[in-house]
């Protein structure tokens, strides 16, 4: 297994562009998230999806959409990049199972920059 | 809403010793998850150690324990037998009882190894 892919590592958007961060896992799993992480902060939700065709937002879901059309893939859209946006991203994926088998795996990460 | 806190920005220890990180939180739920999650300079975002806040019994993975007081709402990380490769950014993290796809972070704290 792969685990959980993220593609681009790197990228540098200027100001009002747009761009798609893809996610993807191999191990079936039903939820995955996103996150981003700021210097001197943990990770925040950005949006989740239990399933696909079901997602919802999380704690900074604004600038931000999100579709899930196929278990394995949760892309993050950028629709106007702002340099607020500048961050770390991760992707992160879990089984439905409950108790401490529901465990997230994460990604590597994608750096962005926007000037 | 749930809240995490760690308040070490910062702590270094020698190789061999012990060192304990501190983390606290906030949630009005009776039944949660807690984990320690290491992130290295690779920022690869990796599981150390998981809890279920209706067991007393404290987790233990290796040279990794915690100390895990429900009633003070706190969740300590004990490395024991400190090694180089344990310096990195550790992060506390909460997540409510069947939804660990939306975990809360604290701050993180960064350690670092002498040796």
């Known amino acids: 297994n792969a685990g959980v892919t993220q593609t681009p590592k790197f990228q540098v958007l200027k100001t009002g562009q747009s761009m798609t961060l893809q996610c993807a896992q191999d191990m079936n799993h039903e939820y995955m998230s996103w996150y981003r992480q700021d210097p001197g902060m943990g990770l925040r939700l950005i949006h989740y999806?239990?399933?696909?065709?079901?997602?919802d937002q999380g704690e900074v879901p604004n600038g931000y959409n999100v579709s899930r059309s196929t278990t394995e893939d949760f892309p993050l859209r950028l629709l106007s990049a702002a340099p607020s946006q500048t961050s770390v991203y991760f992707c992160?994926?879990?089984?439905?199972?409950?108790?401490?088998?529901?465990?997230?795996?994460f990604g590597p990460g994608t750096r962005l920059t926007v000037l | 809403a749930q809240t995490v806190t760690q308040s070490q920005p910062e702590m270094s220890v020698q190789e061999a010793e012990t060192v304990t990180l501190s983390c606290t939180y906030d949630?009005?739920?009776?039944?949660?998850?807690l984990f320690w999650y290491k992130q290295p300079p690779s920022r690869q975002m990796i599981l150390v150690i998981r809890?279920?806040?209706?067991?007393?019994q404290n987790a233990t993975e290796n040279r990794f324990s915690v100390n895990f007081q429900k009633a003070a709402k706190s969740f300590s990380l004990k490395i024991s037998d400190s090694q180089l490769g344990d310096t990195a950014m550790y992060f506390c993290a909460f997540s409510p009882q069947g939804g660990s796809e939306k975990l809360v972070f604290g701050k993180g704290t960064k350690l670092t190894e002498n040796p």
């Open positions: 949630t009005s739920e009776s039944n949660y998850y």
């Open positions: 809890q279920e806040a209706y067991k007393q």
């Open positions: 999806s239990v399933g696909a065709g079901i997602t």
């Open positions: 992160a994926s879990r089984r439905r199972a409950s108790g401490l088998k529901d465990t997230q795996y």
